[in-house]
């Protein structure tokens, strides 16, 4: 059973405007999420991460929301770029390992 | 950050066949190392924790004798692919840490193709 779920696959978004990446989770034990960036045949690379005493994270043009009672975060990318466009996987801590969700590819056309 | 490498980037072999897949942390000792396992559009499958020195923790599903890990010092992890199969082809990338786990760093990963 999947703890931390992508639903979304894809999302395109003209460059200019809002990308908004969803990601749910089950286990009320997280307490520490991140997203990360990857690009085909690479390694992810570390984009932002909130702690569940927080609800908002930003780091310029990146932001990340966490609503605990909803087991819900986002990642808001404004102004979307062409250059942002690759998968984005959602992950939470889970000891000392992290959980994945199937990640979501956004597309961002000039 | 912290650099982790893997080598080879990419490898092809033939069925039965063994495969090694090193990692290594270039500027830091890491005390954890992860290998973890991508299929075309999944999520990065955790296989193993390994720790230096000691055996590597493996997840519900991995067969250990299948692929074995060693991690014989703070800078180097080694995943081998034992008798290899086409359903082992895959895209393996490790990560390093010297813990906490939000301070993984990840590797560019290696595209196994076993024919």
């Known amino acids: 059973d999947q703890q931390v779920k992508q639903n979304s696959p894809s999302l395109s978004v003209q460059e200019g405007r809002i990308s908004i990446l969803n990601c749910d989770y089950t286990?009320?034990?997280?307490?520490?999420f991140l997203w990360y960036k990857k690009y085909p045949a690479e390694g992810p690379t570390f984009l932002i991460s909130i702690s569940s005493i927080k609800d908002k994270n930003e780091d310029g043009r990146f932001t990340v929301f966490l609503n605990k009672s909803a087991k819900h975060l986002s990642l808001h990318i404004v102004p979307s770029q062409p250059g942002d466009s690759a998968v984005y996987f959602c992950?939470?801590?889970?000891?000392?390992?992290?959980?994945f969700g199937k990640g979501t590819t956004l597309s961002v056309s000039s | 950050g912290a650099v982790v490498s893997q080598h080879p980037s990419r490898v092809i072999c033939k069925s039965g066949t063994s495969v090694k897949i090193e990692c290594r942390s270039l500027d830091f000792q890491a005390t954890t190392m992860f290998w973890y396992r991508q299929f075309p559009k999944q999520s990065l499958m955790l296989m193993a924790t390994?720790?230096?020195?000691?055996?590597?923790?493996?997840e519900q599903g991995v067969e250990k004798d299948k692929f074995l890990i060693n991690h014989a010092s703070l800078t180097l992890s080694t995943l081998t692919v034992t008798s290899a199969h086409p359903e082992d082809s895959s895209f393996y990338i490790c990560s390093a840490t010297t813990l906490p786990a939000n301070e993984q760093f990840f590797g560019p990963g290696t595209r196994l193709t076993v024919l």
């Open positions: 992950a939470a801590i889970a000891g000392t390992a992290l959980i």
């Open positions: 390994s720790n230096e020195g000691s055996k590597a923790t493996y």
């Open positions: 286990n009320s034990m997280f307490d520490y």
